[in-house]
């Protein structure tokens, strides 16, 4: 007699039976921690740019804390009668040229430290570290020199070339980092369907540097927008002055125009806070983009 074994019944798990996921440290902190020291932080950090735009926007002699009625006589009185229209310009050119002159001589020096091997190549890195130790007054001299000897004193030329030494070293280095995750097998494939090294950087290589290439040329734009020492130094014409030494003007040594130099702090603030509010998502890949080790 052959008996018909029944099937084992299936195990059935119960929710106290399951194993209970590890729980992250700061799953288990209460929100309000984490909330309640951000806003701090956030009430500190806005707090001035209150202020600034306060000064800005109230009549001149005004107390008020809350800026009605609302006037912009000093933005008019920055843009027209101070020439922040010429200064604006100016640091814009000053800007985009030190932007692509920077790209472009990172991309190549990033490019040999990255792919190619050569005897100095540590003491290069070394030296492009120590560089960055160097403080930008110690520059002044060499470089007024050089441009008193090549005629370029009094010209824009002369601050982007200083502005483009001057930034030239982290460029690059950042450049080559970005260039080292890139694999060499990319390239090597394309050396086999009749690439030059050239072609299959352009057509391979450079579009995945777009983040990187974003984060550096930011970089380069915010640091030769807000930069005063070399601007003041090799521009002597007022017509050729950036915005930096511009506010430097609203100065004296008697009386200060706070309503003035706090419009003229915004009109030199609002294009650096829109260029990166559109550029944020590339700075934010090609921060993480460089922080990986190839």
């Not at 920077?102 to 040999?112: E, I, K, Q, R």
Request: glycine share 6%; proline share 6%; with cysteine.
């Amino acid at each position: 007699m052959i008996t018909e074994i029944a099937p084992a019944p299936e195990r059935v798990v119960s929710r106290q039976t399951r194993p209970r996921t590890r729980r992250r440290a700061w799953d288990e902190v209460p929100r309000w921690q984490i909330y309640l020291p951000l806003s701090i932080y956030l009430l500190f950090t806005l707090i001035p740019f209150y202020w600034i735009l306060l000064f800005a926007l109230r009549p001149a002699g005004s107390t008020s804390l809350v800026p009605w009625p609302v006037t912009f006589d000093h933005f008019e009185k920055v843009w027209t009668e101070r020439s922040f229209g010429t200064y604006f310009q100016n640091s814009v050119l000053v800007g985009l040229a030190t932007l692509v002159l920077t790209t472009v001589v990172a991309l190549a020096g990033g490019y040999a430290l990255a792919r190619f091997d050569f005897r100095i190549k540590r003491a290069f890195m070394l030296a492009l570290l120590c560089s960055q130790f160097v403080p930008g007054a110690l520059l002044l001299v060499p470089l007024f020199q050089i441009f008193a000897k090549l005629s370029m004193i009094n010209s824009l030329g002369s601050v982007v070339i200083a502005e483009t030494v001057f930034q030239l070293p982290l460029s690059m280095i950042l450049i080559s980092g970005f260039i080292r995750n890139v694999p060499p097998s990319l390239e090597e494939a394309a050396w086999v369907d009749g690439c030059t090294r050239f072609a299959a950087f352009r057509i391979v290589v450079l579009p995945l540097l777009r983040p990187g290439l974003v984060a550096v040329g930011s970089f380069a734009f915010v640091h030769a927008w807000n930069h005063f020492l070399f601007a003041l130094m090799f521009l002597s014409d007022q017509s050729k002055q950036t915005i930096p030494v511009g506010l430097n003007t609203l100065m004296s040594a008697d009386s200060v125009d706070l309503g003035a130099l706090a419009a003229g702090g915004i009109v030199a603030a609002v294009p650096v806070v829109i260029v990166f509010a559109f550029i944020q998502k590339w700075l934010i890949t090609g921060f993480s983009a460089g922080a990986v080790k190839g």
